[in-house]
Each structure stands twice: as structure tokens, then as C-alpha cells.
């Protein structure tokens, strides 16, 4: 199985800050990635696919970079809707593995 | 719009079958790898696995012995079944669709079940 490590599992940052969360595979996944935010009691929002394309309506202050094996999303200004669970999701192979999350939290 | 609505029992017994239905409307099933992902209370997601609308499956190994996935696309449905279930069991399961590699942009808004007695 492709490992999905991601980091940190917590940020806490302030309302204009730009965050960074970071995703490590254990093996080579192309681009075959895709960012994820997640509110509580909703299903998870598919913020960027391809790695760094992004996903119709979804502001550009996000932004994903990255291929092979270090991925990376990227908040360059952060709004109080931000502040949410964002979970990275490799689809290379099977089985199809997620990060462990990351929970952005108000500082 | 493409939707996608959970359905099933809210509450398992140790050790029965769990069944779910995710039915699809705004779309058609053709074309498309549909998938069972599930949630733990408080804790990260799970895929639990997918099958291409013409009917072929992959699994996660955790828990392929016990996990059935069909699809009806006559009815624009699709189906999970997973047996000998446990209090580990117990989570928010979604159904999620996606295409040929690109992750899954439609997910249903999921739907709890509880295993206990």
C-alpha cells in the first residue's frame, strides 16, 4: 500500500496568514492527487485534483503543487471559512490511501 | 447537478451484514468508478473501495474479506455490504464518484451507522 504522510496534523494560524500542509507519498504517484476540505458534519470538498489544478469555484487563494512523491497545498491568504480538516488522497494505485489530516484551527 | 444520496440502517448488530444503497441522480452511471469511502467519529477518512460501472471491483485488503460492492445502473444505484461487523465498523460512510484518474469530485453527504447491540 502507498502511505500517505501528511503534516502537520494541527496548524493553528490567523486570518490573512498563508499556510502550507504537506503531503509525503512512500512511493511515486505521479500527480495522481488530490486536496480535500472537510467541515464538520459534511463531506469532504475536492478542493484541487491533478496535484495543482483547481477545482472550478474554489477560491484562488488555494493553490497544489507538487509530483512523485511531495505534494503540497498551499492557503496564500486564509478567511475565516478556512478553518476546516483538509486531507490529501492518492489515487496512483489501489488500495486508494488519504492522509491523516490536517485541522487548521483559528489562532 | 450530479447527486448522490446514502441510504440504509442507522444501527448494525455485532457480527451481522451492514447494507447501504447510494443512489445517483443528475447523471448517469456510464463511464464512471464509484466508491465507498467511511469515517470513524473524530478521525480520517477511509477508502473502503470502488467498482467501475461495468461491474469490475478493487478492495482495500483491510477489509476485502468481508466487504461486497454491486452496482445497478438500471436503477442508478450502488451498493456496500460489509459482514461480521464490529464496534470498529461504526462510521459516517460515503459514496463517492469519480472518473478516469482524477479524484473523486461527488461525494454523497454520507450517512452514520452505529454497531452495537
Known amino acids: 500500500d502507498i502511505q500517505m504522510t501528511q503534516s502537520p496534523s494541527t496548524l493553528s494560524a490567523s486570518v490573512g496568514d498563508r499556510v502550507t500542509i504537506t503531503c509525503r507519498a512512500s512511493?511515486?504517484?505521479?500527480?495522481?492527487l488530490g486536496w480535500y476540505q472537510q467541515k464538520p458534519g459534511k463531506a469532504p470538498k475536492r478542493l484541487i485534483y491533478?496535484?495543482?489544478s483547481l477545482q472550478s469555484g474554489v477560491p484562488s487563494r488555494f493553490s497544489g503543487s507538487g509530483s512523485g512523491t511531495e505534494f503540497t497545498l498551499t492557503i496564500s491568504s486564509l478567511q475565516p471559512e478556512d478553518f476546516a480538516t483538509y486531507y490529501c488522497l492518492q489515487h496512483n494505485s489501489y488500495p486508494y490511501t488519504f492522509g491523516q489530516g490536517t485541522k487548521l484551527e483559528i489562532k | 447537478q450530479v447527486q448522490l444520496q446514502e441510504s440504509g440502517p442507522g444501527l448494525v448488530k455485532p457480527s451481522e451484514t451492514l447494507s447501504l444503497t447510494c443512489t445517483v441522480s443528475?447523471?448517469?452511471?456510464?463511464?464512471?468508478?464509484w466508491n465507498w469511502i467511511r469515517q470513524p467519529p473524530g478521525k480520517g477518512l477511509e477508502w473502503i473501495g470502488s467498482?467501475?460501472?461495468?461491474?469490475?471491483?478493487n478492495f482495500n485488503p483491510s477489509l476485502k474479506s468481508r466487504v461486497t460492492i454491486s452496482v445497478d445502473t438500471s436503477k442508478n444505484q450502488l451498493s456496500l455490504k460489509l459482514s461480521s461487523v464490529t464496534a470498529a465498523d461504526t462510521a459516517v460512510y460515503y459514496c463517492?464518484?469519480?472518473?478516469?484518474?482524477?479524484?473523486?469530485?461527488?461525494w454523497g453527504q454520507g450517512t452514520l451507522v452505529t454497531v452495537s447491540s
Open positions: 463517492a464518484r469519480h472518473a478516469v484518474g482524477i479524484a473523486p469530485l461527488y
Open positions: 443528475g447523471g448517469s452511471m456510464s463511464g464512471y468508478y
Open positions: 467498482i467501475y460501472y461495468s461491474g469490475s471491483t
Open positions: 512511493q511515486v504517484i505521479r500527480n495522481d
Open positions: 491533478a496535484a495543482s
